[in-house]
């Protein structure tokens, strides 16, 4: 896919998913945001058996499990390393 900044006339045509205004034509940013291992954590406090994840880092679905049944604090860092 060719970059939309090299193809002004592109951006014309991309619309915001909910509002559908056009994208600002000066530049595109993006982000992609992973669940960490807290609220894998949380769903097993409260007695879920099975977590089903959508975006979550690849770290946090081993240590999550630890977490829980170890009591860990995932604010004691040292503990965890």
Avoid at 9 to 19: A, L, N, P, T, Y
Avoid at 36 to 58: F, W
Avoid at 64 to 78: I, R, S, T
């Amino acid at each position: 896919m060719p970059l939309l900044k090299s193809n002004p006339d592109q951006m014309s045509s991309i619309k915001e998913m909910f509002s559908g205004q056009p994208l600002p034509a000066k530049a595109v940013h993006s982000m992609t945001a992973y669940y960490g291992a807290g609220p894998i954590v949380k769903a097993l406090e409260m007695g879920a058996d099975i977590v089903v994840t959508g975006r979550t880092a690849d770290s946090a679905l081993a240590l999550a499990p630890c977490v829980y049944e170890h009591k860990w604090n995932l604010e004691q860092v040292l503990i965890l390393q």
